[in-house]
């Protein structure tokens, strides 16, 4: 990623001042060492003095970059903290939205199944009077064969709806084991979310 103008400028400007005192440093060194090849008291206590305030300089300005690193590392720590601290707010705002929607499916699935199973309920409710019914026609048919026709349209009619309500219970009982299925999943979903949502609390 490229970097922004003001820490390329930090970065030019931090190098100049290290530049300058190195040369500061160096000029009294350099200072010093022409003094006492003069093998003058004056010119070395002289040159003793200006290597004094170089290296004064040089110390300042060394001094100053360092504070200035400090506190640029300090923004940049707090600016991270404030980063972290935001993410961290988002991560949670969307576990907990998460656990509502998984929450909010799982009541509809609780309702769906116990519509379901009020259906199965009034259905096999429904096949055991039609079985009922068809046993009675079936008595009746052999006490009264006589009557053949009219038994035999009444027991057929039975054994229709007998055989619906039959199927109908099938096919609840099959949508039944699908919405337990779908519940299953939904519920282990929506506790690894509640788990995930403790380790980043």
């Known amino acids: 990623m490229a970097s922004s103008p003001a820490p390329a400028s930090r970065r030019r400007q931090r190098s ?17 060492a ?5 093998d003058s008291a004056v010119l070395v206590t002289l040159a003793a003095v200006v290597a004094v305030v170089l ?8 001094h100053s970059e360092l504070v200035a690193t400090r506190r640029e590392a300090a923004r940049d720590r707090a600016e991270q903290a404030q980063a972290y601290r935001a993410l961290t707010e988002a991560r949670t705002a969307e576990n907990a939205a998460f656990a509502e929607t998984m929450r909010a499916r799982v009541a509809g699935q609780e309702q769906a199944i116990h519509e379901l199973e009020d259906a199965l309920t009034a259905a096999q409710g429904r096949a055991a009077d ?7 026609e ?6 009264a ?3 053949g026709r009219q038994v035999e349209e009444s027991l057929a009619a039975a054994e229709q709806r007998a055989a619906e309500a039959i199927v109908r219970v099938a096919e609840l009982e099959q949508e039944l084991d699908v919405v337990r299925a779908e519940l299953d999943v939904v519920t282990q979903a929506w506790h690894a979310a509640e788990a995930g949502q403790r380790r980043h609390a």
């Open 130 to 136: 039609a079985t009922r019914k068809l046993n009675t």
């Open 55 to 62: 290296g004064a300089a040089a110390t300042r300005i060394t």
């Open 16 to 32: 100049t001042r290290l530049t300058v005192a190195v040369v500061l440093l160096v000029l009294a060194a350099l200072v010093v």
């Open 138 to 143: 079936a008595r009746r048919a052999d006490a």
């Open 145 to 147: 064969e006589r009557t």
């Open 34 to 38: 022409a003094a006492a090849a003069t």
